[in-house]
């Protein structure tokens, strides 16, 4: 029976339970022996340039993937399905005449959604597409709740920040969005450890909020029966390694601040701080926008970037007094309103 005339999730869930159950009494459910070895985009990145019959004549076998169904064509004797897993996308070929046919019956009543595993035999069909032609598919997890809708995608913005699996199920840029992310952290600790920072990690729990002024999430040692504070900065304890006699150290760290929330604000968050010794402020601002540039290349090949509707150039790092730029922006204002103000000829970058 088709999911579209079970009506309603609840439905489908129950209908999927159903099947789940038949899994458990073969002893077939959730199976972990299925060993993956290789990728969607890699096969996509090494053989897409292949005609049909060149790879035919390659007869590339033992290929080995597994991921998330996420396109189903279910015909009689043959069907074609999507694969996602973390890479990207491959179409797979189930034929009866190639596994066992109890197996290709049981395959038909997949789910979109099931994580499964497929081996066999790359080929491109006739309309040139990578395909895995199979001799053998395993259900490794069974899905219980539908995918969101593969036309409308996952569009409500609550749901997306409230359940993020939901969102990289179904909007497959949000997964490059995280990937980007690791590379610049990457990008950033490979800058730092270049110039021979050290990498540390300090308490996450205070005795003080300090470091910053941020109201902080506070928490119970109950060993030591005293109230902490969960870090608003890891400051303070980078500092002490300097006093130690560390003289480059840095920390990319979890920090809380119990304040605001929205998609754009979260109130625990990752933070970079880094302090050396003997060194300039000149040569910190210099330090730091070279290691912006080289997190951009790694992500962007390229130092100009789109920013919604605003084009940045980060070529172009320009260096300003703070008290300058409130003056530019704010030209009611005069130096000597800011000196009443109490204003301090801070340094910028922008």
């Known amino acids: 029976m088709s999911e579209e005339n079970i009506g ?22 959730y199976v972990n022996d299925f060993l993956k070895e290789h990728y969607a985009k ?7 340039s292949f005609s049909k019959e060149e790879l035919e004549k390659k007869n590339i076998t033992g290929i080995s993937v597994a991921g998330r169904v996420v396109l189903m064509r279910v015909m009689g004797n043959a069907s074609f399905a999507t694969v996602r897993d973390s890479s990207g996308d491959i179409q797979i070929y189930v034929s009866k005449n190639t596994i066992d046919i109890d197996l290709y019956e049981d395959f038909k009543t997949w789910d979109l959604g099931d994580i499964i595993g497929v081996k066999g035999k790359l080929f491109k069909t006739k309309t ?53 992310r690791t590379k610049v952290i990457e990008s950033v600790r490979d800058s730092l450890k270049q110039r021979n920072f050290v990498e540390v990690e300090t308490p996450m729990m205070h005795p003080i909020p300090g470091g910053a002024v941020a109201r902080p999430f506070v928490t119970q040692h109950n060993a030591l029966d005293r109230e902490l504070f969960l870090r608003i900065a890891p400051e303070l304890y980078l500092k002490r390694l300097l006093v130690g006699g560390f003289e480059r150290v840095f ?14 604000h979260n109130p625990e968050f990752t933070m970079l701080e880094y302090y050396e010794a003997y060194t300039t402020l000149d040569n910190t601002i210099e330090f730091t ?34 008290s300058d730029l ?12 800011l000196k009443q103000m109490g204003g301090k000829e801070l340094l910028a970058v922008v």
């Open 289 to 322: 926008e070279n290691m912006i540039k080289k997190s951009c290349k790694e992500i962007n090949q390229s130092l100009a970037i789109t920013w919604g509707e605003d084009k940045l150039d980060l070529s172009n790092f320009r260096k300003a007094s703070l």
């Open 128 to 180: 040139d597409e990578l395909t895995i032609e199979a001799d053998e598919v395993t259900l490794i997890t069974k899905s219980i709740r539908p995918m969101p809708d593969k036309f409308k995608g996952l569009s409500d913005i609550e749901t997306r920040y409230r359940q993020r699996y939901l969102d990289l199920m179904s909007n497959e840029e949000q997964k490059e969005v995280f990937l980007n």
């Open 42 to 48: 890699s096969l996509h990145e090494e053989n897409d």
């Open 251 to 264: 920390e990319i760290n979890r920090s809380f601040r119990n304040e605001g929330l929205s998609t754009k």
């Open 326 to 337: 409130v003056l530019e922006y704010n030209p009611s204002l005069n130096k000597d309103d």
């Open 8 to 29: 309603g999730e609840e439905g489908i869930i129950e209908e999927r339970r159903k099947k789940l159950q038949i899994l458990r009494d073969k002893n077939k459910a």
